[in-house]
């Protein structure tokens, strides 16, 4: 195969995606270390899937990051020894009070450095997570379809908006979000705003 016909045969794309037999992969390899039209062509390849990535390009939500990292840490707590633990259902009773044996552990204090949200989970089954959660200005827009989310402000102020209905919470505060309805939670307090988060199947 003459280097104009590797060019247009879609050999090399396949080649810069990896979606080519080892022995196939080690051939094109070859013919490109031999051409320096090749390595050109390779190149001009890779900085077009690379534009073609970015401008479609979806960015993710911001929370997503922190909770992996939450359940990372949670399942290596685990993994060391920690026994599960089925904390209080959050309710329109609940109290700061109900937390405290999780509030006042040292491996559950709010880190020196973190984005936007950290989050250490408390406990965690097949119906619910409970999470402690630092934000430090809010949480994009989402709506539930399959999970019932509750909130219990420890520290801090913030407002979360659900539909049109904006709710001021403070410490001490709970409220239930209903499925199917979109909210944000945007922070209203000077420094960040520290809550229980709890997460039920619906």
Not at 14 to 27: E, H, Q, R, T, V
Not at 48 to 72: C, G, H, R, W, Y
Not at 140 to 156: A, S
Not at 164 to 186: C, E, M, Q, W
Request: proline fraction near 4%; include cysteine.
């Amino acid at each position: 195969m003459t280097v104009e016909e590797l060019k247009i045969s879609g050999m090399l794309e396949l080649y810069i995606i990896g979606d080519m037999s080892d022995s196939d992969m080690a051939k094109v390899e070859a013919r490109i270390e031999e051409s320096s039209m090749l390595k050109q062509e390779v190149r001009s390849i890779e900085l077009s899937l690379e534009q073609f990535a970015m401008s479609n390009a979806i960015l993710p939500d911001p929370t997503l990051k922190p909770m992996l990292l939450a359940v990372v840490d949670y399942t290596t707590r685990l993994d060391n020894g920690e026994l599960p633990v089925n904390p209080p259902s959050l309710h329109d009773e609940s109290k700061i009070s109900d937390y405290k044996e999780w509030l006042n552990r040292e491996d559950m204090q709010e880190p020196d450095s973190y984005e936007s949200m950290h989050g250490k989970i408390i406990g965690s089954n097949e119906e619910k997570t409970t999470l402690i959660v630092w934000l430090k200005d809010g949480a994009p827009d989402e709506t539930h379809t399959n999970e019932l989310e509750k909130f219990l402000i420890l520290e801090g102020t913030c407002e979360i908006t659900i539909g049109d209905t904006v709710h001021s919470l403070k410490a001490g505060d709970y409220l239930s979000i209903p499925l199917f309805i979109n909210h944000r939670v945007a922070v209203t307090s000077t420094n960040r705003c520290k809550i229980i988060l709890e997460r039920a199947a619906a």
